[in-house]
């Protein structure tokens, strides 16, 4: 079994090669395109800015690149969010996986800040990406943006308003929270995407 986590631009790449070493996955950081495409499952860290992230992918053809796989992707956060259509920080084109839109928090005269950052609920998990984990289970967020509710939703959280906490398409996986970051409902997750 091959683990890839793909190295670009906007990682939080460490962290996310730490939770896979405590559940016994030993994954392989690079952006060499051979080395991506011959790996069994594939992840796509991120913590960073949108544009500066694709236009970095698409110099590099990355952006073809993920698009084209067919192996089990999970996009986290950022990555999650660049798989989407469109990205409203700095009116963004996207890889266009997910229909999905992603916008930035509005909280009005809600008193919540942005981003929000913290732990929060997620709920109505409808994907074996979410074996043996509770409805309702907490995970640890960081985002400012956040992807609409869609066909593609598979779990919500609800700040200023609900959105997508995880997105689903074919191969391809979508997290906003940081499973890297969410004690043993993060770990669980992880080995859930290994073992799809």
């Known amino acids: 079994m091959k683990t890839v986590i793909i190295q670009y631009n906007a990682g939080n790449i460490r962290s996310v090669l730490y939770a896979l070493s405590r ?28 544009s500066s992230a694709m236009q970095y992918l698409k110099e590099r053809g990355m952006d073809a690149l993920i ?3 067919q192996q089990p992707v ?11 259509a469109h990205s409203e920080e700095n009116d963004t084109a996207c890889l266009g996986i997910f229909e999905e839109t992603v916008r ?14 913290g732990w929060n609920e997620v709920r ?4 074996p990406l ?14 400012g943006y956040y992807a609409a509710l869609g066909e ?32 043993e409902v993060g770990e669980r997750l992880l080995k859930n995407f290994i073992e799809l």
Not at 28 to 49: N, Q, S, W
């Open 124 to 127: 109505a998990l409808r994907s």
């Open 67 to 69: 698009r084209s796989l």
């Open 152 to 183: 593609h939703t598979i779990a919500t959280a609800d700040y200023v308003q609900p959105y997508s906490a995880a997105l689903h398409k074919d191969n391809f996986y979508g997290v906003q929270f940081h499973p890297e970051k969410s004690a």
């Open 130 to 143: 979410f074996n043996g984990i509770s409805e309702g289970a907490y995970y640890y967020f960081v985002h």
């Open 23 to 50: 559940i016994g996955v030993e994954a392989t950081v690079t952006d060499d395109a051979a080395t991506i495409r011959a790996a069994d499952k594939v992840i796509f860290p991120g913590v960073g800015e949108a």
């Open 104 to 117: 930035k928090f509005q909280p009005g005269d809600t008193g919540l800040k942005v981003p929000q950052i």
């Open 74 to 84: 999970l996009g986290i956060c950022l990555g999650m969010q660049l798989m989407c």
